[in-house]
Nanobody, 117 residues
Framework: QVQVVESGGGLVQAGGSLRLSCVVF????????MGWYRQVPGKQRELVAV???????DYADSVKGRFTISRDNAKNTVYLQMNSLKPEDTAVYSC???????????WGQGTQVTVSS
């Protein structure tokens, strides 16, 4: 019954900003690490950013200084603030979350981000 839902994707021009949101519904246990991944056709999925339950964040080198991951534990929500977007950021962005106790990782369906030149 756990469901992960992303939102906030869209089309923006290079240099613009976008904020993605991801909400975990239905978990009766607390959420541990949460992260954002992205994937384009023909390429393997890559980690964009991850944040632990204590707030420690890590980022892919390609987005450092431009993206910020944050979370609201009371709402089981993680955000990805994306600034100074580049065309190479175009991808389907997916959120995942690890449920404590069950040690199960859940994935959302993804949200499309397209950055035009």
């Amino acid at each position: 019954q756990v469901q992960v839902v992303e939102s906030g994707g869209g089309l923006v021009q290079a240099g613009g900003s976008l904020r993605l949101s991801c909400v975990v519904f239905g978990s009766i246990y607390s959420i541990g690490a949460m992260g954002w991944y992205r994937q384009v056709p023909g390429k393997q999925r890559e980690l964009v950013a991850v944040v632990s339950s204590s707030g420690i964040a890590d980022y892919a080198d390609s987005v450092k200084g431009r993206f910020t991951i944050s979370r609201d534990n009371a709402k089981n929500t993680v955000y990805l603030q994306m600034n100074s977007l580049k065309p190479e950021d175009t991808a389907v962005y997916s959120c995942n979350a690890r449920v404590i106790v069950t040690s199960t990782i859940y994935w959302g369906q993804g949200t499309q981000v397209t950055v035009s030149s």
